[in-house]
């Protein structure tokens, strides 16, 4: 099983950009389908984007569609979500996930194994 670690949080304001990145331990990362989650205060977690095992399928939430990229890279380990145009409402804990299934069980919000998250705080 993979451990993950986030990193790439920080405060910036409305509109700038952001990159988190997800890395992950273990030899197995290219078998996990990885996806990204945020969990505002007082919030539910809610999905945010996943992709599939090789990279050529990625999924969004409505609300950051067009705004953020999930991309990885399976020789490093590392997922990233590309963050940009940030809104104040997208401030949250971010998590990262995998899965050994699908990427469709990541959009259902489920998830084998989670990562700490990392804090984005967005000022308008």
């Known amino acids: 099983q993979v451990q993950l670690v986030e990193s790439g949080g920080g405060l910036v304001q409305a509109g700038d950009s952001l990159r988190l990145s997800c890395v992950a331990s273990g030899r197995t990362f290219s078998s996990y389908a990885m996806g990204w989650f945020r969990q505002a205060p007082g919030k539910e977690r809610e999905f945010v984007a996943a992709?599939?095992?090789?990279?050529?399928?990625?999924y969004y939430a409505d609300s950051v569609k067009g705004r953020f990229t999930i991309s990885r890279d399976n020789a490093k380990k590392t997922v990233y979500l590309q963050m940009r145009s940030l809104k104040p409402e997208d401030t949250a804990n971010y998590y990262c996930?995998?899965?050994?299934?699908?990427?469709?069980?990541?959009?259902?919000?489920?998830?084998?194994?989670w990562g700490q998250g990392t804090l984005v705080t967005v000022s308008s």
């Open positions: 996930a995998a899965d050994s299934r699908t990427a469709g069980i990541l959009r259902a919000g489920r998830g084998e194994v």
């Open positions: 992709i599939n095992r090789s990279g050529g399928a990625t």
